[in-house]
């Protein structure tokens, strides 16, 4: 936590800090090095400095700043999660209104997996993700599972930190910034919570909340427990997730708290939220791959198709399902030792996913005989050469053919953090120890034949021939810091530091993936990553902060998806950035805003080339990213208050010149909060501009963007009542209405491929309704 002293400042810092940018911004309590922040409207003297943690009214705005902000940083609180979130909301739903995000629920909000949560052009994998300050991601490539975490009922902030950070920022994945999930702090009262809500798309959820009060040797704690049914918004796109969270604080004296935390998520149902629908003709510029003129599921079936109820295709509701067991503890001691500060944390998590699909859900057989017309179509329940795949296995040729997998992993860890003063300053250091087990695991099967094994490769042990991969593997983490908070004056605080990332990977695989041969291979990457920001606190309501530093991406498991990977990734180095930040902060009784701009170098971008028989790794090009984000909020009077942000971004491939895919230039946000006694409700539209789903070249051959994303605008309304006195339900009584996607606006938001190269698309899901309750005891 940065410190600040009443001082004079020399007068060319401060307009290169606070005339860079207009003055801007609301602040609001800055996360400490491991996410957690102040209680909302603590006040802290910061020597010399009133520093006001929380604004007036902040914590119920969808985003605010912070005054101590030493990069670009927005915070979502409990207050807005509470009066505005979907009762089965995830982190990325949340956060989908701030700055430079771009967030894909085609099932609806919280309805399953997002297909896309994007900031400032940085997709999944290439951004951290913490909870409580501990890192989470998959053991291949970082990326994460948003309806496998904790849900609203538990969360007391999500924040989104658009930045590498300070040494201390530990993570797969500084590279493209931080977002924070912090649990709620028990009450120091004794309560039951029953809550809930039903609505759209047959959605119903219920739950209950004890929270234990202050006991009598000062600890507090709660258990909450909810369950989750729906048939979402795609067809046969049904969801059933069941979660627990409890927690328990218990301090010992003055000085120390022990925290114990435990989480278990179990989620199960159809994946058509995952395979998305095939739509051919979608593309108006002329750039898609296809000239068959075929239509494709989406116009046959609507925009809601997701999976079919004929078994006769791959796309069967039956042959398409997941299971998903996640689990997160730990254990956290926190004591001031008198010189040192720690903070230790002791703890573990996992993810078992369990799948089964068709082999080719979006492209084979999927009640194609309903077709007629277009040319392509053979109306006979086939599909046309070279677009799909058809059924067919050993044992027959109108058998359906499919796969099932498992990708199993378990996580042990420590982090250990510590700072002690030192001279005009604070010495900050640590360290993030983390070992990862994972198992990983697919094979092709015969759904025909009960999901007996599809040997698809001749000769040999038919099992090894239907196996595609599996893999047992081991992936170490090693991070130790160290960063010098040294206050020039009063009010300029300088933070160097220096973290030194080590990642080691091995590989034991019966039958590697691609490749299909046996595996033994280990490797180890590491980095030194410089960071240093000036933090300048103009004024109690005023604050400029300077940032440059490293980020990271730890290397993706792919490159050992080779023959010989001794060879193939020789002298690959990680994939980095170097970022360069400016902003400001600012807030007073009415306003709250702050702005900031950014440039971002990603280079040693991973490429591959064959040479024969052989796949070679190498460092080529990168992106550039440069952009402007706004963020503020005005209370206007008699419970009204306004909110809004904005932002340009640019990601420009070096190799190309052209924008990076999946990446809007422009997103912004506006809306209209009110509170006011038993009443509180707000209207919030997000904007998020035209992207380009691919890469592709035009009529001469030359590289261009295909497949365009048009502009879309979504609102949202939230409606709440509170009770005031106590009648006929108890004192705190909350009924709400929520409307996701008010305007019914369903164009297209994000394309991938299916590994046969027939495009998937994804709509936005249409308008949604809910009804919520809470009835406290």
């Known amino acids: 936590m940065l410190l600040h002293r009443r001082f004079p400042i020399p007068t060319v810092l401060a307009l290169a800090l606070a005339c860079a940018l207009q003055p801007a911004a609301r602040a609001a309590d800055a996360a400490t090095p491991d996410g957690a922040a102040a209680a909302p409207g603590h006040v802290k003297n910061l020597a010399g400095i009133h520093v006001v943690a929380t604004a007036p009214r902040a914590a119920e705005m969808p985003t605010h700043a912070s005054l101590k902000a030493i990069e670009p940083k927005s915070i979502i609180d409990q207050a807005y999660i ?115 809500g039903f609505g759209s798309f047959a959605t119903r959820m219920a739950g209950v909340k004890f929270n234990t009060g202050r006991l009598a040797n000062g600890g507090s704690g709660y258990l909450d427990y909810r369950r989750l049914r729906s048939d979402g918004y795609l067809s046969g796109a049904n969801v059933d997730r069941s979660n627990v969270v409890a927690k328990f604080v218990q301090p010992f004296g003055d000085a120390t708290t022990l925290t114990v935390l435990a989480m278990r998520n179990t989620n199960g ?27 494709g599921q989406m116009q046959v079936f609507g925009k809601r198709y997701g999976l079919s109820n004929d078994p006769r295709s791959q796309a069967y509701t039956g042959y398409n399902y997941d299971h998903f067991n996640s689990d997160f503890e730990y254990v956290d001691l926190a004591s001031d030792l008198g010189v040192v500060k720690l903070d230790n944390k002791l703890y573990t998590y996992s993810y078992y996913h369990r799948g089964w699909n068709g082999l080719d859900p979006n492209g084979g057989n999927m009640d194609y005989g309903q077709l007629s017309g277009p040319a392509g179509s053979t109306g006979d329940g086939t599909f046309p050469a070279g677009l799909g795949t058809p059924n067919g296995t050993v044992y027959g040729d109108n058998n359906i053919p499919g796969q099932k997998m498992y990708l199993l992993y378990r996580n042990w860890g420590d982090l250990l953090r510590l700072s002690q003063s030192l001279g005009p300053g604070e010495l900050g250091y640590g360290v993030w120890a983390n070992k990862q087990l994972y198992h990983r695991y ?39 810091y160290l960063q010098y908070a040294w206050h020039i004056t009063d009010q300029l605080t300088f933070t160097p530091g220096l973290k030194y990332v080590t990642f080691k990977r091995h590989d034991v695989a019966p039958i590697q993936q691609k490749v299909r041969t046996a595996f033994d291979y280990s490797q180890t990457w590491k980095k030194l990553l410089p960071s240093f920001d000036l933090h ?55 306003w709250s805003l702050s702005a900031d701009v950014y440039a971002i170098n990603f280079s040693n971008q991973v490429t591959s080339r064959k040479v024969g028989k052989e796949t070679f790794f190498s460092n080529l090009g990168g992106t550039r990213y440069r952009g402007a984000e706004v963020e503020g909020s005005v209370y206007v009077g008699s419970g009204f208050s306004l909110y809004g942000n904005a932002s340009y971004n640019k990601a420009t491939v070096n190799s190309t010149g052209l924008q990076l895919k999946k990446v ?14 038993a009443v509180s409700g707000s209207l919030l539209a997000k904007h998020v501009g035209v992207s380009y789903g691919e890469t592709g070249v035009d009529a001469n051959g030359n590289p261009a963007l295909v497949y365009r994303l048009p502009a879309v ?65």
């Open 442 to 480: 697919e094979a092709e099967i015969d759904f025909t034949l009960g999901g007996a094994l599809n040997p698809i490769l001749k000769g040999g042990d038919p099992v090894t021939q239907a196996t595609d991969r599996r893999i047992d593997g081991t992936f170490w983490v090693i991070q130790p």
């Open 536 to 590: 300048y606190a103009i004024s109690s309501e005023w604050s400029a902060y300077l940032q440059a530093a490293e980020g990271y991406l730890a290397p993706n498991e792919n490159l050992y998806y080779v023959a010989n990977p001794t060879t193939a990734d020789q002298g690959i180095q990680t994939e980095q950035t170097k970022n360069y930040q400016l902003g400001t902060s600012w807030q007073n009784g009415t």
């Open 82 to 196: 509470d009066n505005n979130a979907m009762p089965m909301d995830n982190y990325s739903s949340i956060a989908a209104l701030a700055p430079s995000v771009v967030d894909v629920e085609p099932n609806g909000p919280g309805l399953g997996n997002n297909k896309g949560f994007v900031i400032r052009g940085m997709g999944d994998g290439q951004y951290n993700l913490t909870m409580d300050g501990i890192p989470v991601g998959d053991s291949n490539d970082f990326t994460h599972h948003s309806s496998n975490y904790f849900m609203p009922q538990d969360l007391g902030q999500v924040i989104v930190d658009r930045g590498p950070g300070q040494a201390s920022t530990i993570g797969y994945a500084t590279f493209g910034g931080t977002v924070a999930m912090q649990t709620r702090d028990p009450l120091a009262r004794t309560t039951t919570e029953v809550y809930g």
């Open 713 to 777: 605008t979504l609102v949202n309304l939230s409606l709440n009542y509170t009770l005031q006195h106590r009648a006929l339900l108890p004192r705190g009584s909350t009924f709400g209405l929520r409307v996701t996607n008010l305007t019914n606006q369903t164009p297209f938001v994000d394309v991938t491929s299916s590994g046969n190269g027939v495009p998937l698309f994804y709509a936005v899901a249409g308008r949604a309704v809910m009804g919520t309750f809470s009835l406290p005891f």
């Open 664 to 677: 809007p230039k422009t997103t912004a946000a506006a809306g209209i909060l009110y509170h006011a006694g």
């Open 269 to 295: 149902g159809s994946n058509a939220a995952i395979v998305g629908a095939t739509s051919y003709p979608y593309v108006s510029d002329g750039n898609y791959p296809y000239t068959s003129g075929m239509q």
